[in-house]
């Protein structure tokens, strides 16, 4: 059974951080791709980053340098560095493991922006 588990949300101030887990179980977590998504109220779920089973990583714009995307092969386990965190960050933020044509997600963890 696969499953994916996010931990680490919860409410932070505008200009603070916070880091995202994501652990991995029932896939052979190396070879896959994972990545970060988050959807807002009312909004479509959109693409935080990715970063790829060599390590590579990509980022959407409104994110870049203020994100980092880090992954533990040993303990499956892929994370989210999240600073300067804006009150447009505020969203569930879900994990995705994705091999070929294969895609897992998380149930997502919910990040609360407030002063």
């Known amino acids: 059974q696969v499953q994916l588990v996010e931990s680490g949300g919860g409410l932070v101030q505008p200009g603070g951080s916070l880091r995202l887990s994501c652990a991995a179980s029932?896939?052979?977590?190396?070879?896959?791709?994972m990545g970060w998504y988050r959807q807002a109220p009312g909004k479509q779920r959109e693409l935080v980053g990715t970063?790829?089973?060599?390590?590579?990583?990509n980022y959407a714009d409104s994110v870049k340098g203020r994100f980092t995307i880090s992954r533990d092969n040993a303990k499956n386990t892929v994370y989210l560095q999240m600073n300067n965190l804006k009150p447009e960050d505020a969203a569930v933020y879900y994990c995705?493991?994705?091999?070929?044509?294969?895609?897992?997600w998380g149930q997502g963890t919910q990040v609360t922006t407030s002063s």
């Open positions: 970063i790829t089973r060599g390590g590579n990583t």
């Open positions: 995705n493991a994705q091999f070929l044509k294969t895609n897992y």
């Open positions: 029932g896939i052979t977590f190396s070879i896959y791709s």
